[in-house]
Every structure is written in structure tokens, then in C-alpha cells.
């Protein structure tokens, strides 16, 4: 079982960044792929990013490519996404997830661990 822990968010003017991480609890964090999800208000949540076990393979969502970037530090139990040219549409709850199996394109109902979110909020 692993404990997931998001911080980093905040308020940001467009344009602007913002880097996310997610402690894990798990000593073995490197048996879990890790996915970032956004849910924006009255909208179904969303993949944005995940990251294979040693990150060897990544996918990210057609909205965020070239502009975030997701790793990982397994020594660190942590993985990260930088998000860099922000825009209002990525006003959002980004939650971290983890999943013992990796998919090319990353369904929620993959994930059975979930941190508890944190808030994104992008000004035009």
C-alpha cells in the first residue's frame, strides 16, 4: 500500500510556472507507475502525465505536451511535474496516483492509490 502526498500548487499569473510533487510512502515506490490527473470544476477528471516504474516510458496528454514535464526520483520516493507556460484552461485539482500497471494511455480506473489533490489556479 502507498500513501500519496501532493504539494506545490498555487496561484499563478499565465504564462507563469509551477512545479508539482508527490511523496510517496512506499519503500517501493519504483514498483508503482505514477500518473498526474486534473479535474477542473463541472468537468470529469483527466490524465495529464504518467510515468513508467524507472520512467523509461512517458505519455502525456495532446493539452500539455511541450509545455509540462513529469519524473520521477524513485531514492526519493517523489515524482514531480514541472508545468511551464501556463494558461487558464489548466485551472484545475492536479492529483498524483499510483498504479502497479502501466498503460500506454492512462484510465483512472487503473489507479487504486490517490493523493488527496492540490489546487492549480492559472489568471488570466
Known amino acids: 500500500q502507498v500513501q500519496l502526498v501532493e504539494s506545490g500548487g498555487g496561484l499563478v499569473q499565465a504564462g507563469g510556472s509551477l512545479r508539482l510533487s508527490c511523496a510517496a510512502s512506499a519503500r517501493t515506490f519504483s514498483t508503482y507507475v505514477v500518473g498526474w490527473f486534473r479535474q477542473a470544476p463541472g468537468k470529469e477528471r483527466e490524465s495529464v502525465a504518467s510515468?513508467?516504474?524507472?520512467?523509461?516510458?512517458?505519455y502525456y496528454a495532446d493539452s500539455v505536451k511541450g509545455r509540462f514535464t513529469i519524473s520521477r526520483d524513485n531514492a526519493k520516493n517523489t515524482a514531480y511535474l514541472q508545468m511551464n507556460s501556463l494558461k487558464p484552461e489548466d485551472t484545475a485539482v492536479y492529483y498524483c496516483?499510483?498504479?502497479?500497471?502501466?498503460?500506454?494511455?492512462?484510465?483512472?480506473?487503473?489507479?487504486?492509490?490517490w493523493g488527496q489533490g492540490t489546487q492549480v489556479t492559472v489568471s488570466s
Open positions: 510515468i513508467s516504474f524507472r520512467g523509461g516510458s512517458i
Open positions: 496516483a499510483a498504479s502497479s500497471t502501466w498503460t500506454k494511455v492512462p484510465s483512472s480506473h487503473a489507479y487504486g492509490y
